[in-house]
C-alpha cells in the first residue's frame, strides 16, 4: 500500500526506532527523519529540503517522479523500491517541504556505538592502513578488491536499469549509495530525487561535487552516468576518493584488459557513446568473484585467480616487507664481502 501523491506533514510521526538511527543530511537535504504516515504500515524516511534546494525545485517534476513510479508494473516498481531510494510522495500541500522515500534496508546500516550508520560506498576507497586507524572509533572493515568489484556491478546492473526505464542517475556518486556484502552484495541507490528523464527536465537543478565534476559543459546523459561510474571504480580499487589519474599496474592486478579499456574510454572525457553490452558484461562478471567460500579476480593471465584476504590492488604489504628482507640482506651481504677483503681474509 502506498501513500497519496501528496502528504502532509502534520501526517508524518517519528517512528518509534527513529532514535537508534544516526542519519547525517547532505546536499539538498536540510534533515532525515524516519516517520511513519496514519493508515499506512511500514517506515518512511522523511527527506526535507533546505531553503536553497526548494527555491530551485521544479514541484511538477517531482510529483512526475512520484506517478511515474506509481504507474510502473507491478514487477517493476518491486524491482525500483528495492533498489532505489525514490520518491513515492511529495510532502507539503500549499508549499512542498520534501519527500517520502523508502529507507534502506537494515543489512546495509553498520552499527557505530548506540546508534545504526548507513554504510555508503565510499567505504570501499580505504585502503588497509585507514581502515586500521578507523576501526576503533567506526568498526568499519576493510573490503579486498573483490568485494569492491562485486559491489559496483550491481550499483552498475542499477544504473542501466534506470537506463532501460527512460532515467539518467546524474549525481552519481560514491556518497549517493548504500551497500552490504551480507548475505551477497547488494547496492541502494540514494538522491533519486537528482534522477530526470532521459533528454528532459529533472526536480532539481544538475549539479556536482567538485570531485565528481564533468569534464565538459551540458546536460547530464547516460554516458555521464558511465563516465562516473568508471571513476567510482577506479578511485574504489586505488583506494583514493578523489584520484584524476590510472594506476595501471595496481588495475592490471585486479582487471583483465578488456575491463580496463571500458574503463579508459569513459574517463578520458565524457564519452559521446559507450559500449553498454561489453559494460554489462563485465558488471555481470564482477558478480562471480565472491563465492561463500573464496574470493578471486579475473586478469588477463587468469580467469579465476584467488585472491587473498587482506591485500589490496594497490599495493601488497607482506611482498614489500618481503622485498625489504631480501634488500637488507643483500646489504648485509656486501657489507661482509667488504669486510672479508678489507682484512684480507
Not at 551477497?184 to 533519486?192: F, G, I, K, Q, R
Request: with cysteine.
Amino acid at each position: 500500500m502506498n501513500p497519496p501523491d501528496v502528504v502532509e506533514e502534520a501526517d508524518l510521526t517519528p517512528a518509534a526506532d527513529a532514535g537508534g538511527y544516526h542519519l547525517r543530511p547532505g546536499g539538498q537535504a536540510r534533515s532525515l527523519e524516519l516517520c511513519e504516515v496514519g493508515g499506512l504500515p511500514g517506515r518512511f524516511l522523511f527527506k526535507r529540503y533546505d531553503e536553497e534546494t526548494l527555491a530551485g525545485l521544479d514541484e511538477e517534476a517531482l510529483l512526475a517522479m512520484v506517478r511515474w513510479r506509481r504507474e510502473l508494473p507491478r514487477q517493476d516498481r518491486v524491482t525500483l523500491d528495492r533498489r532505489c531510494a525514490w520518491p513515492v510522495a511529495v510532502v507539503g500541500r500549499e508549499r512542498v517541504t520534501g519527500i517520502l522515500i523508502r529507507p534502506a534496508p537494515e543489512e546495509m546500516f553498520a552499527e557505530l556505538r548506540d546508534r545504526r550508520v548507513p554504510r555508503h560506498l565510499d567505504e570501499l576507497t580505504r585502503s588497509p592502513e585507514r581502515v586500521n586507524a578507523l576501526r576503533d572509533h567506526y568498526g568499519t572493515r576493510y573490503y579486498e578488491p573483490p568485494y569492491k568489484l562485486a559491489v559496483l556491478g550491481r550499483l552498475l546492473s542499477t544504473v542501466q536499469w534506470l537506463h532501460e526505464q527512460g532515467y539518467v542517475v546524474g549525481d552519481l556518486q560514491l556518497r549517493n549509495a548504500v551497500f552490504t556484502i551480507d548475505p551477497a552484495p547488494a547496492v541502494y541507490l540514494l538522491d533519486c530525487d537528482s534522477c530526470l528523464p532521459v533528454g528532459g527536465r529533472g526536480a532539481l537543478p544538475e549539479a556536482d561535487p567538485e570531485q565528481w565534476k564533468l569534464p565538459r559543459e551540458g546536460a547530464f546523459t547516460p554516458e555521464t552516468d558511465y563516465y562516473k561510474f568508471a571513476w567510482a571504480v577506479v578511485r574504489c580499487l586505488q583506494e583514493s576518493a578523489e584520484t584524476w589519474s590510472l594506476d595501471e599496474t595496481a588495475l592490471a592486478r585486479v582487471l583483465p584488459s578488456r575491463h580496463r579499456r571500458l574503463i579508459g574510454q569513459c574517463v578520458d572525457g565524457a564519452p559521446a557513446s559507450v559500449d553498454v553490452e561489453r559494460w554489462r558484461a563485465a558488471g555481470e562478471s564482477w558478480r562471480w568473484l565472491v563465492t561463500p567460500e573464496h574470493i578471486y579476480v579475473e586478469t588477463d593471465s587468469n580467469l579465476r585467480e584467488a585472491w587473498r584476504r587482506g591485500r589490496s590492488a594497490v599495493g601488497d604489504g607482506s611482498r614489500a616487507r618481503h622485498g625489504g628482507v631480501v634488500v637488507l640482506i643483500v646489504v648485509l651481504a656486501a657489507i661482509a664481502v667488504v669486510a672479508l677483503v678489507t682484512l684480507g681474509v
